[in-house]
């Protein structure tokens, strides 16, 4: 691997792939099989009645079963990213990981199918035979030519769409990105001078891409192995012929002199600096081999400073990557029902994805990459694939192309509508994580660890520092580079130690905390003592004077102990009460739900302003806020008690000035189902299902949390507290260190987060 912002060892990378179950996918099922009438209607004799159905008509198989959603990457494995035929079996990777990027991206349910033969024949007989069970076939890491001739044939021989994203899903990134460095550059497709090295799959399909957007066919000079290819050069198949042209170049090298546009589809290295050198002022330079690029981009900008760069890669800027095209572009085609992917949908893919990258770039993604300009320019001339808006953009264009062009099977009559649902598909908790871990890569913070003596917390710390999540600040005593060292690490006194007992910084934290307390009845000996021997204490201290933008602790005591004393140190907002947040997802659905850490029984400004927070944080997070309070009532049937705060919640936060949905009181079983809350309650303010939950007291929301994760739902994340000036988060007593890791994390994104949020200013 070469050198880049993101390390990670072999080991590491083998380890993620061993850990827990081996692999990265796994088969969950959408109905429940709880009981025997389940059973009965899931498998025999119930599915009989489907099958006959299906029998009679075979589009009911999209209602009927989960063909619809079901996308199949497919490989043989002779063109594994730029490492060549390493065989089907080695393939299988990449393959699980372009299923998961379905699934975490664009909510297409995906399962990789590795078909161990390199005849064209036999591999297109055995996925034209598959036909059934999918409602689109992704080739994969097939090399040319048999990937043009295997596409081909399964394109004319299946009726759902195929698409060897190698191909097209490169060439429509490439052509997003192009479109944007030659507006940036003053360029025009019909004039620029490109040189393609490489002339397989990929660099074949950009070109042809590119030609039909307009430049012209004698602008490109593609090179395989050989060098360039023009009429007449020996060892060109028929698919090289076709884009063979007059040139003097007999060279890369020679080719490069004064072009314009350099797309590298080949392998790691094949450029050099002196070469890119000679091209054209300005220069367009996609070096897109994976997972190593043509040239990198720190040697292409000496070279030339004044070049546009772009890699395959997620850690330069400018990732030009079919990630962010091959799970929209599915996701749109599904949606009706597309008889294949054109051309014109291709396009409109690509122009989606050049459009985006010139609108003003969110709140989240620009977290994600340190909040530092993620405007339309040299260094962003692509949305990142993390950018939420992306889920609704590139569906829509393509699913409009399909309608547009006949091969809509099932169009679209309301896209508004449609635009809604495809936002709703992206589960929060991953998004949550991935741009938390992203944002803390991109703007390391310094993380006080308050419980550093501990074997878990180290292994944390370790972890968050090599992650390059930001430096970990451990607050322990001496023995701490002791067992540092027993964990493996080479050069413990490269850790900070904050020892209560010897840091010149204890005199100043015992006259901070003593300063806070002293009209409240506390001897500066009893806040002494407490510096000492209380790590929470000493550390909330450091993390109120500066010495850590962020901090964590809660796995030697119960939450409620360490909160008690960390907010003897650090003040609460002031606008809320601390609360904790639970992130939880069960069949496929994440709501957030609060507040499950903190009071008991809270008051209806309370309500209000856990309302307001939690909103932010779902905002923070990529999704729309839709806060329904929550109780076993629903507005006013039954009749109950409790209910009244929940309802001057609702007035108080009526006469704020807010920016996101809110309604309540309701039972939870209307709060998620947006079709009852229509049909019973058509007054009700909520435009779709809620996200957040907030519950009637702690022990509703406790309990709810916990209720689901012993039922086999997923607590991705919490409690997450807010509430506080600073940004404290403190663990579960049971948490793992990786828990401690996304918790410290998050702990250093929320510093941004406190900074930055609007809503300090408007008091509940
Ligand atoms: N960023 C992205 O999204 C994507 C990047 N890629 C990358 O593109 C590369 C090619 O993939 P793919 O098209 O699927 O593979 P193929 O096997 O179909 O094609 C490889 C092509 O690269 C050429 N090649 C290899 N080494 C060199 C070199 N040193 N100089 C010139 N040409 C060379 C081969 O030449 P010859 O014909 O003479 O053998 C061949 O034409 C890989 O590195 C892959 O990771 C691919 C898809 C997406
Ligand atoms: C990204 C990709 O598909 C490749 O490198 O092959
Ligand atoms: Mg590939």
């Given at each position: ?6 390390k ?13 179950r081996?692999g ?26 489907p ?12 209602e ?7 996308v199949a ?5 002779t063109?594994?990213?730029g490492?060549g035929?390493?065989g089907?079996?080695?393939s ?9 990027l ?18 064209a024949q ?36 299946m ?12 060439a ?25 090295n ?19 066919h004698?602008?490109v ?6 060098g ?42 094949a ?22 690029p ?9 070279a ?27 996701r ?5 029902h ?17 459009d ?28 990142a ?17 399909a ?26 908790t ?12 991109a703007?390391p913070?310094r993380?006080l660890?308050?419980?550093g003596?501990?074997?878990?917390v ?74 000492n ?59 957030m ?11 209806a ?19 729309e ?19 009244d705060?929940?309802r ?18 309701m ?12 049909k019973?309650?058509?007054f ?6 809620a996200n ?39 663990a ?5 260190s ?6 410290a ?5 929320g510093?941004?987060a ?11």
């Amino acid at each position: 691997m070469s050198e880049s912002n993101v390390k990670f060892t072999r080991d590491e990378a083998l380890d993620f792939h061993s850990r827990g179950r081996p692999g990265k996918i796994e088969i969950i099922a959408s109905k429940p099989m709880a009981t025997q009438r389940d059973l009965s209607l899931a498998y025999s004799p119930g599915v009989a009645v489907p099958v006959e159905e299906i029998a009679a008509n075979p589009a009911k198989a999209y209602e009927l079963t989960a063909k619809g959603n079901l996308v199949a990457v497919i490989s043989n494995g002779t063109a594994i990213l730029g490492l060549g035929n390493l065989g089907a079996l080695a393939s299988k990777p990449v393959m699980e990981g372009k299923a998961v990027l379905f699934k975490r991206f664009a909510d297409v349910d995906s399962i990789d199918l590795e078909v161990d033969t390199t005849d064209a024949q036999r591999f297109i007989e055995a996925v034209e035979l598959l036909g059934p069970s999918f409602g689109g076939i992704n080739l994969e890491d097939i090399a040319a030519p048999d990937c043009f001739i295997i596409e081909q044939a399964l394109k004319e021989r299946m009726n759902i769409p195929v698409f060897h994203d190698d191909q097209h899903g490169t060439a429509i990134i490439t052509a997003a990105g192009m479109i944007n460095a030659c507006f940036l550059t003053g360029r025009e497709f019909k004039d620029v001078k490109v040189v393609v090295n490489g002339a397989g799959a990929a660099a074949i399909a950009c070109t042809e891409l590119i030609k039909a957007m307009g430049v012209p066919h004698n602008n490109v000079v593609m090179c395989d192995r050989k060098g360039p290819l023009y009429p007449g050069r020996d060892g060109m198949d028929q698919f090289k012929s076709a884009h063979a042209v007059p040139t003097e170049a007999r060279s890369l090298k020679e080719a490069l002199v004064g072009a314009d546009v350099f797309l590298g589809l080949s392998a790691a290295g094949a450029v050099t600096p002196d070469m890119v050198e000679a091209m054209a002022p300005q220069p367009i330079i996609f070096a897109m081999a994976n997972p190593d690029p043509e040239i990198t981009p720190p040697d292409a900008k000496k070279a030339r400073p004044d070049a546009i760069v772009a890699t395959g890669r997620s850690d330069y800027p400018n990732q030009v990557n079919n990630v962010l095209g091959f799970p929209f572009i599915f996701r749109g085609a599904l949606d009706v029902h597309a008889t294949g992917i054109n051309e014109e949908m291709k396009i409109a893919a690509a122009h989606s994805l050049a459009d985006l990258a010139r609108e003003a770039v969110p709140e989240e993604v620009a977290a994600a990459y340190g909040g530092v300009s993620h405007r339309f320019g040299p260094d962003y001339i692509i949305p990142a694939p993390f950018d939420p808006r992306l889920i609704e953009v590139v569906p829509c264009a393509v699913a409009e192309a399909a309608m547009r062009t006949g091969v809509a099977q099932k169009p679209i009559a309301d896209m508004a509508a449609y635009r809604l649902t495809l936002r709703a598909r992206l589960n929060p908790t991953s998004s949550i994580l991935s741009l938390a871990f992203e944002a803390a890569r991109a703007n390391p913070k310094r993380v006080l660890f308050a419980e550093g003596e501990e074997e878990n917390v180290l292994r944390a710390a370790i972890a968050f520092k090599e992650g390059g999540y930001g430096t970990p600040v451990l607050v322990g005593r001496e023995d701490v580079y002791d067992k540092l060292a027993e964990l493996g690490v080479d050069d413990p006194k490269s850790y900070e130690v904050l020892n209560s007992r010897n840091s010149p910084l204890v005199g100043r934290a015992v006259d901070y905390i003593y300063a806070k307390h002293q009209r409240h009845g506390m001897l500066r000996r009893a806040v002494e003592r407490m510096v000492n021997q209380d790590r929470n204490t000493f550390a909330a201290a450091m993390l109120a004077m500066g010495e850590g933008d962020a901090m964590i602790t809660g796995t030697t005591r119960p939450f409620s102990e360490s909160l008690r004393q960390v907010r003897w140190v650090i003040d609460e907002d002031d606008c809320a009460t601390p609360f904790g947040i639970h992130v939880v997802s069960a069949r496929g659905r994440t709501v957030m739900i609060a507040d499950t850490a903190v009071t008991e029984r809270p008051t209806a400004e309370q309500y209000a302003a856990i309302a307001m927070r939690a909103a932010s944080f779902a905002r923070r997070v990529g999704q729309e806020p839709r806060v329904a309070f929550i109780s076993y009532t629903t507005f006013g049937n039954p009749p109950g008690r409790h209910i009244d705060e929940l309802r001057d919640a609702v007035k108080l936060l009526d006469t704020l000035q807010t920016d996101f949905e809110y309604e309540g009181e309701m039972g939870p079983d209307v709060a998620l189902n947006h079709e009852m809350q229509a049909k019973y309650y058509p007054f009700s303010r909520l435009t779709g299902p809620a996200n957040i939950l907030v519950m009637p007291g702690l022990q509703s929301a406790n309990i709810s949390s916990k209720l689901i994760r012993a039922l086999g739902g997923d607590v991705a994340l919490g409690p997450y507290l807010m509430g506080m000036s600073l940004p404290v988060q403190i663990a579960p007593m049971t948490a793992s260190s990786s828990d401690l890791v996304t918790l410290a994390v998050l702990a250093g994104g929320g510093a941004d987060a406190i900074r930055q949020a609007p809503e300090r200013q408007k008091k509940a």
